[in-house]
């Protein structure tokens, strides 16, 4: 009696353990600012699943020169995929204004286009692109490694920029361009799919 006790004891220690090696697991709650590229990882997950939209400030870049041509090059991209928000994202989002030219956004600001928009573009770039993959298909993606990225020089000489590279059973699905930003923390100035989801086998 005492033996199995100690082993339906010891069995109970273990599942956290395991659940936690898994990863599989989707946050529940908003993850704290990223430290590491690596961290991102985390923060799309929850955006992707927990549609928290206004989380994703905390991952975006403020500058203009990151967040003009990012928002575009994020909306251009999540077009040819075919990636659509839903009236709903759209006031979650807070872009109600900008929806019908998303698909046209300018690379720099215009006198209708001001920076405080193209964040919001952009915020609404990063949820869009998110949209890819299902809730079950973002548990399973994985680091598969982190890269310099040279382009980084385009946002000042002290800019840095990783490249996080993501997949699924050993497969290469998405790059992310990680940005340093001025508190140490890391935010997202790009994401790229490297094969296109509607090509992937999803649940």
């Not at 019908?100 to 949820?127: E, M």
């Amino acid at each position: 009696m005492r033996r199995s006790l100690m082993l339906s004891l010891a069995s109970l220690l273990l599942v956290p353990a395991f659940i936690s090696c898994g990863g599989d697991d989707i946050p529940t709650t908003a993850p704290a600012a990223a430290k590491e590229p690596a961290d991102i990882l985390y923060h799309l997950q929850y955006v992707a699943v927990r549609k928290d939209y206004k989380h994703v400030a905390l991952i975006a870049p403020i500058t203009p020169d990151v967040v003009y041509p990012s928002a575009r090059q994020l909306h251009l991209d999540a077009k040819s995929l075919g990636l659509t928000l839903t009236p709903e994202e759209i006031k979650g989002l807070g872009i109600e204004h900008l929806a019908d030219k998303l698909d046209t956004l300018s690379g720099g600001p215009t006198d209708d286009y001001p920076v405080k928009d193209a964040r919001l573009a952009f915020n609404s770039g990063i949820y869009r692109m998110t949209k890819a993959l299902t809730a079950k298909s973002w548990g399973k993606m994985r680091h598969m490694g982190i890269t310099d990225n040279n382009a980084g020089r385009a946002y000042g000489s002290q800019a840095v920029i990783k490249d996080m590279a993501l997949g699924i059973d050993g497969q290469k699905i998405l790059t992310v361009s990680c940005l340093k930003k001025p508190d140490g923390t890391y935010g997202v100035t790009l994401l790229r799919w490297e094969i296109n989801p509607k090509n992937l086998k999803q649940d």
